[in-house]
């Protein structure tokens, strides 16, 4: 897991993205219940993958993703491939699980990321906290605090 401050790079990531939208905010937040979603979903779904979408809302500057949005799909143990239309501007990112025993996203993942938000998460087996990891849209892991 990398720790460390990204203040100064969500805002410059997020400036890029929203330019047009003029929407800034400094520092990501997740809900605790949205990362327990996160294990139940995985571990329902196992040993297909389950992809959902990270809702969040702005607030203080900060963006808190509050809710998973899942999507009924098929999927098989190699691919998801959710049909999911990004006309809500409410969305952010997305979550996805790996039935194995690495999190780390693969190159067909960063191109999702690309077309999918600013803020990813995969979690793989055995879905716990610690199998959660976040990601940017480049793959690159982030330390992404949780409040209640
Ligand atoms: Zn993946």
New binding site residues.
Partial sequence: MVKGKFGRFWTHAVERLFDLDKITFEDILIRESVIGDIMDFAQENHPK?FVAFFHGIIRKKQLIIDALVYNEFSASENS?APIFHFADKSFYGSV???PGPSNR??R??IS?FHKTGIIHA?ICRPYTRESVRFYTQNGEPVTIKTIP
């Fill in positions: 993958e998801a996805h699980s790996h996203p693969s067909a993942d999702f995969i």
